[in-house]
């Protein structure tokens, strides 16, 4: 996708507005518990900065109402953003008006300056053209390295683009569009794509775009329970969407004629309680009558699953993996999720790309997120990149 990147241009002395995501979570003390968001904009603020520019940072934090809010303040941001740069990073405290206004005529070359919460103000949300336009006021360029907002037409996003001339993307969006954009249009093959996940309805779209081009469908989570629910097994008390039997059958009728893989998980782990550590028991095979019992709930796929998905990710040549095969997030029901992060890690000559949200958190959980390709750092605006929507916050960037 060729848009303008910050490769090709010459932010000296120039004021650069720049949309980053530093919508992290922070416990009651107000303390940053994951900066992960920080730390993936910093190789562009440190670009900007090493050439020359004045770096005025705007970001949203939290779901305020459109009024200030302390607890979603970004000065944490700004101090962590600091510590990681090694250099001081200016906060102001609002992000239009006299204060912020002084903040920005005050920067200096080099130097970096953080903008309170964007959402402060109902006009973010709203895309109102006279909050863009005093938000753009504060640039001569504008970067968007935001990815994870880029499927949102905010003020910050999109309306800022109309009242700027140069508007280009950072490192971070860069990536996201070369490997689920560029490297998705003559995939390596076999091209297979891992879906988990408690939602087909949620998932339908993907499957649909990317049913013209993968190779094989792995399907794990309650996602799953739909589709064996759907071919008439007993799925007990596990999670399911009972009104989209249909669109399930569709689907696998859809993969039948396109020739396309489905694996649906052999058999499934199940329990009767739903806690850390508790005793768990594996189906008999889905294929010779098993079924899950009335007082039981899936929780992951089981062990003969988990060799079957194995096998076909090592086989692959991409990979997409979108969503966990289980409650990986409790003790003994991460069996299913942890095996397949391990298999995808180790498959050295595929590209691995994984696709934001839950599927990032397990893959950093088990150990696995250095061995990635890439790990998308954006949930929605992904998936709705694979579905093949446009994102208003890349589609108002510049073309190269």
Known sequence: MAKLSIRDINPAGKRVLMRVDFNVPLNSAGEITDDTRITAAVPSIEFLAKAGGRVILMSHLGRPKGAPEAKYSLKPAADRLGELLNVPVKFVN???GDKADAAVSDLK???????????FYAGEEKNDPEFSKQLASHGDIYVNDAFGT???AHASTAGVTEF???CAMGFLIEKELEYLVDKLENPARPFVVIMGG???SDKIEVLNRLMEKADAFI??????NTFRLAQGYQIGKSLAEPDKTDLALKILDIAEKNETEFLLPADTRHTAEFADDAPTEVTEIWGEGGAIPADREGIDIGDRAIVDFSKKIAEAGTIIWNGPMGVFEKRGFDIGTK????AIAE??????IVGGGDSVTAANKFGFGEKMDHMSTGGGASLELLEGKVLPGIAALDEK
């Open 94 to 96: 609002d992000c239009v």
């Open 109 to 119: 070359d080099g130097e970096v300056l953080l903008l309170e919460n964007v959402r």
């Open 150 to 152: 880029a499927h949102r």
């Open 164 to 166: 700027i001339d140069t």
């Open 198 to 200: 408690a939602k087909v």
């Open 219 to 224: 399907i794990g989570g309650a996602m799953a």
């Open 339 to 342: 095996a397949i992060g391990k």
């Open 347 to 352: 498959n050295t000559k595929a590209v691995k």
